[in-house]
């Protein structure tokens, strides 16, 4: 994976007792079928630092439904119709298009 990158491996959980590819291809249960269930099944080596949008999904959704209250709220723009959908937090960089 040094070699490689981390973002170009995955891997390959072969089943119980066997140790590679070829393994798995010359066991009478497996065989082909059994090599393409654990390609199919093979997972991303993990990337420290890289996240997905799943692993803060909740926090994110919390934060723009207004779950946490009062002290997440931010500031209102002077406009009641408009603070129902957006507020200006204090800190944060807002852009709108349109």
Sequence with gaps: ARRLGRERCWRVKWPDGLKDANAVLLDPQQGLAGVMHA???AEPIPIRGLFQF???KDEIM???SLA???????VS????????LYRIIPGELTIVTG
């Design 54 to 56: 799943s692993d803060f």
């Design 39 to 41: 390609l199919d099944n």
């Design 62 to 64: 919390g934060y723009y």
């Design 77 to 84: 723009t002077g406009w009641q119709n408009v603070d129902e």
């Design 68 to 74: 946490h209250g009062e002290s997440m709220r931010g």
